[in-house]
Nanobody
């Protein structure tokens, strides 16, 4: 089993920044992709960003327009989401997900493990 624990959410003002972290533990397999999804209030869960194993180009949702950056630490067990120039529309529960494959995808159904989510609220 794999456990994912998100942290770093909270309240931010429009134009501000937050950095989310997601720590993976347990039987994480030899190579895997990690991703961030979010679920705004009253809406469906949507893809935000994903990072494959070493050497793969990260994937991003079009709506971010370069405001968010996904990264991982050297051990590849912790993923980060740096969110800059936050907007009220970024308010959502942000979920970390892990896929037991080196390749990242935008499809949430391809991710086997999920964190419980962390709330991000952006005020105008």
């Amino acid at each position: 089993q794999v456990q994912l624990v998100e942290s770093g959410g909270g309240l931010a003002q429009a134009g501000g920044s937050l950095r989310l972290s997601c720590a993976a533990s347990g039987r994480t397999h030899s190579s895997y992709a990690m991703a961030w999804f979010r679920q705004p209030p009253g809406k469906e869960r949507e893809f935000v960003a994903a990072d494959g194993w070493r050497g793969h180009t990260p994937l991003y949702a079009d709506f971010m327009e370069g405001r968010f950056t996904i990264s991982r630490d050297n051990t590849r067990t912790t993923a980060y989401l740096q969110m800059n120039t936050l907007e009220p529309g970024d308010t959502a529960v942000y979920y970390c997900a892990l896929r037991t494959s080196a390749l990242a995808t935008r499809d949430p159904q391809t991710y086997q493990y999920w964190g419980r989510g962390t709330q991000v609220t952006v005020s105008s």
